[in-house]
Each structure stands twice: as C-alpha cells, then as structure tokens.
C-alpha cells in the first residue's frame, strides 16, 4: 500500500494471493488425518509472532486448526497471514452502557494526530453518536490549531453500520447495486442525513471523510465494531453506535496497543477493498515499531484529580480511599482476640480461645450483612440515611 497508493487494499491482497497453492489439500474426509504431534504445535508456534510471551499447549492446539482452514481459502482468515498470530498488551477494559463507552473513544478521537477508522455494525443519530460527532467538532478545531488534516474512514451499515479512517467510515445497508458491488461508497449527503447525523464537513474542515456500504448479498452482514487511531490504539467492542438514555445493555470494550494493533488495521484495509482517497498517514508507520507515548495521561486530569470537564475523582494517585460499605457503622471489625485462631496451641496445651469458644467480635452476623431487610439499623436508604422498616421493598 506504502509503494503502490494508487491501487486499493483489495487490488493488492488479490494480487499477493490470489494463487495461493492448494496443491497439499487434505480432505476433512480423508482416514491419513492424525491426532496433533508436538511437532505439529512447534510448527505453529513458528507461525507466530508471540514476542515475549509463550503461548500454551491448548491455544497452540486452537491455532494449529485456525491455521488448517488457511489451505482451503486464505482469505478465510480476514488477516494477511503473518499478521494472524500477534502479541500485544490490553491496558484497559471497561464494562458498562454505551455511552461510558463511547465517552472513552471520544477521548481517544479527540487526540488524533492523523487519522482514525471506525467500524460498526449499526449507526443511528443517538446519544451514542453524539459524542463521536462533539469529538470529531474538537479534533478539527485542535487539527486547525496545528495546521494540520485528519483522515477519517468509515464502513458502517448505516441503519446498521459504519467504519471510520483518516475520517473513513464503512457500514453494512443492503442495496441491490451489492450484488454487482459489495463495498458501495456513501454520500456525505447519506452520512450526514439526520438518521445518522456525522457532521458536515463545514461543521469539520480539517476532516476528510470517506465512507463505504459493505454488505454482501444476501446474509453477508459486515458485523465488525472497532476504532483504530493513528495505528497505535485500538478499541474493540460489543456494541454499535446506537444507544439511547434508556438503553440498558451491558457492553464491554477493550483497548489494545502494541503489534496486535497491525492486525487489526490489516482487517481493516482488507474488508475496505477500495481505493483510499485520501490515503492513509499512518500506512508506513507499524504499530510494532513502537513510538506510543504515554504521557498525556497526567494530562487528562487537572490539579484534583478530575478528569478535565468532569467531577468525579478518577487519577490513580489521587482517588479517596473509601470503605468497603456504605456506613461507618457497617465496618466489621476483627476478632478482639486473634492469637488462638492465628497461632493455634501444639501439642495439647491450652488457649484462650477453645473450639466452643466464639471469637470476640463486635460485628453483626454474616446474615444481617446479607439480608439487611431483617435489621432496621442496617438496611436503609443510602441515599437519606433513614432505615428501612421490616418487610419494606427495597426495589
């Protein structure tokens, strides 16, 4: 891609494999197949790039069948080959509704220095996206500031997805024109319609935006949802760009840096297919080469600890340190005499403590800690500090 920008990912990935030998094909069917050798898992070992991790006898044994399949049909693999065994770290995962998601990529988007991609399987103007359309507004006005351009892609199915880069977008809305086209390109009169609400590009313009509709009739459905920026941070999520306030899903999104973050971008050029236009900043610079630095961390957060624009207190070093329940009254304390139970008597010889003997504690019981309801010093409010009479509902 870095010698030839002119031709698009898919021209390139067909011409590096598309006479890929399948002359030592195995059929499944075939009685000559054998149990996996340690010599088979040393073979797939060799496949990957672990750098300094060691990967275990049943993950090898997962990636030695993954591996098998790439005979049949290298693309089967949605990765170039050498890229599908990686290494990397995960600094962060974040387990909640959409929006604390989508509040962490904004972040992220906001302090691009090149380009970002995005992909979704759904896209709809929502609160979800209004913090990626108030980042993208932010970004542009930072991009001006350094006179400098963002590239952006985006394939999403718009109504159901969307793929960002250097401000490119790919999403996935069947079309009859698919049948000849999978990946179609998109308007930004379609991507700023009011259904999906991206920005216009006065709205952003130190922002180039390209974005596709990939879909492959009839059920071909491109489902992917990550966000890779500038080829050093990746996030990869279960959820769309979709939420509304009253959406209660649970998601999960993982951040990802280091090599694995080639892999990801490799995806991401190959189910692009098309030219990219404009190209990529970032196509000559591999997330293994390093150059990730961290420190606009301390940066994010002002002399309280607060992340800036926000109250809750959330830097390392400065978060309060609080206790385990809800009132100082509820802190169970130890055993007032510990000596028994820490350093029990030998040979024979006596203690203060005897098997009949109950430590001296002045906590409450294990049951009323979990079943508050029967305690009407315990079970309350939090919210008044008034308690709860018995039998009241606490929902």
Known sequence: MAKEPSL?????????????????IVDKESPNVKEITEEDLERAAQCGRWGPTKPS?????????????????????????????????MPL?????????????????????????????YWIFSVASRFVNNALKELSHRAQQRNQRIVMKASPFFESELCLTR??????????????????????????????????SEEIPNIDIQAINYHRPVLGTFH???????????????????????????EMACQLEGPIVDSLYDMMLISWCNK???????????AA??????????????????????SAVL???????????????????????????????????????????????TSVSPRQVLHPEGNAERGGDFRTGEPLGQGHNIF
């Open 276 to 286: 990219l236009e404009p190209p990529l900043p970032s196509i000559s610079s591999p």
């Open 93 to 121: 995962t974040i387990l909640s509704i959409v929006p604390d998601i989508m509040r962490h990529m904004s972040n992220l988007i906001v302090r691009a220095e090149k380009e970002i991609v995005i992909a979704t399987n």
């Open 8 to 24: 698009g990912p898919g021209d390139i990935y067909q011409r590096l494999y598309e006479e890929h030998d399948q002359s030592q």
């Open 167 to 200: 401000n490119q977008l790919i999403y996935d809305r069947g079309s009859p024109l698919q049948i000849i086209e999978n990946h179609l390109p998109v308007s930004e009169q379609t991507y700023t319609s009011k259904e999906i609400g991206l920005p216009p």
């Open 57 to 89: 006898t049943t993950f090898l044994r997962i990636y030695h069948d993954v591996l098998c399949t790439l005979d049949v049909n290298v693309a089967q693999a949605v990765v170039s080959p050498p890229l599908l065994g990686t290494c990397g770290v």
């Open 315 to 361: 830097h390392p070093q400065l978060v309060p340190k609080l206790q385990a329940y809800g009132r100082p009254g509820d802190q169970p304390t130890c055993p007032t005499t510990t000596d028994g139970v820490l350093h029990p008597v030998e040979n024979g010889g006596t203690s203060d403590l005897t098997p009949k003997q109950e430590p001296v504690s």
């Open 224 to 250: 992917a949802k990550f966000m890779i920026v500038d080829r050093k941070f990746a996030v990869v999520q279960s959820n769309n760009i979709q939420a509304c306030l009253d959406n209660p899903n649970l």
């Open 289 to 310: 080469a390093g150059d990730i630095s961290g420190s606009f961390h301390d940066d994010q957060f002002n002399a309280k600890g607060t992340f800036r624009g926000g």
